[in-house]
């Protein structure tokens, strides 16, 4: 018996999310259990580090599992991705103790793509959100600033999250732009249900004029979700990487 | 009756290129005439620069169409757009003359997209060629700057193709990578059909060593098909501007 821990990429445009449910629902998670399950001959579970939802994707998601192969690593990260379909690949594979646990993270990055724009984007569609309202990018990089530190994001968590710990650190947060895209990015010890595109929803608020970069601070005191601005689109988030 | 110049991106990897074809074939012509004719409420025919073939982008495709109606050019552009499918976008429209010709060019560029890489793309996958071999880029390179100045092209023509004249001037050619991608870019008075694809197929084979950089000399010299490399997926290809 061997463990592996795997870096995965996937455009999660078809998928519901990365955790499995039921037949016959598409998610990522069953994808790469069925394609190292069909390699290794035996039926394979991959936890993943991070649920992501419908629709967002990842280029770094961290998975881990165990078989029983004679193959070595690289053959079998390749054997296995061979059987993917081509909106998911195993990037990165490597052997890792028995007891490599993929909760326990220390960092993650996500990244939210928002198309800034009169016109909707073409090449862009599937990973950016279309927000053609002007954006004050000044304001919001002042508002992401007030997200970094320690503090109760209960305000920020989606009501489908029942754990109890809701504080968390965030390390970085900021936004900046290249041409036509915004991108927010933001590292931190971890994130609740929902907790990036609503960080989002709040600073694009804060970018179209309707909440100043102060509001943030209220929002956070406040402990109130329908303090916080909106969920903001699945298509705009990826998950960039997971540190342990 | 006005006149329109209308430049247009699309996606194409749905579409069986830009021209018309009986239905129900889905062509990006197609589209853009009855999404057009929609909002003028008579048919419209849009006479296209390039025909892009099945699976092939563009950025900056430039169409024509005469119109009967009272809107604003602005307001028309975005009327026409909110009526297409999302992976085509009329980027500018403007009114020209009536006695425009689109088919009057004077140049165009065109781009082309290769993932170079053991893993093939995640993101990418509709608009680059996966390319697993090690390519030399100083070799590829030297081979683009021998496609420059004016040439018969007969070698590097599809056989579909009956038009007499093979002579087109090609303004720079020139290849580089980012990361993954190597980026091959031609600027010419004119392709012929197949022309790009199967530069990019020739100088892909002196990126993998078969050939030297100088036999572009050699088989532009030979006027014979057979001598070229194969023509390139048309996934990689985005047509991305003309000039009148």
């Not at 961290?62 to 053959?75: F, K, S, W, Y």
């Not at 028995?98 to 326990?104: A, E, I, K, M, N």
């Not at 609740?192 to 600073?203: A, E, I, N, Q, S």
Request: charged fraction near 25%; aromatic fraction near 10%.
């Amino acid at each position: 018996m061997k463990r592996y821990k795997l870096t995965i990429a996937y455009d999660g445009t078809a998928y519901c999310g990365w955790q499995r449910q039921p037949d016959p629902v598409p998610t990522v998670q069953r994808e790469v259990e069925k394609a190292a399950g069909a390699i290794v001959s035996h039926p394979v579970s991959v936890l993943g580090s991070s649920r992501t939802d419908t629709g967002v994707h990842a280029r770094g998601q961290v998975g881990a599992m165990n078989v029983e192969t004679h193959l070595d690593t690289e053959r079998l990260r390749k054997a296995i991705n061979s059987r993917l379909p081509n909106d998911i690949l195993i990037r990165q594979m490597e052997e890792v103790d028995l007891g490599f646990d993929v909760r326990t993270a220390k960092r993650k990055r996500y990244q939210y793509c928002i198309w800034s724009d009169q016109d909707r984007p073409v090449f862009q569609r599937q990973w950016a959100y279309h927000y053609y309202r002007r954006l004050d990018i000044e304001a919001m990089q002042a508002a992401c600033k007030l997200f970094e530190g320690e503090h109760d994001f209960e305000a920020f968590r989606g009501q489908a999250d029942e754990r109890e710990n809701t504080v968390r650190t965030i390390f970085s947060c900021s936004i900046h732009r290249r041409a036509e895209l915004v991108i927010f990015g933001v590292e931190g010890s971890g994130f609740l249900y929902h907790m990036v595109r609503t960080m989002v929803g709040t600073v694009l608020e804060v970018g179209n004029g309707r909440r100043k970069p102060e509001c943030v601070c209220e929002i956070i005191a406040s402990k109130d979700r329908r303090q916080a601005g909106p969920c903001a689109p699945a298509v705009g988030l990826c998950l960039q990487w997971i540190r342990f």
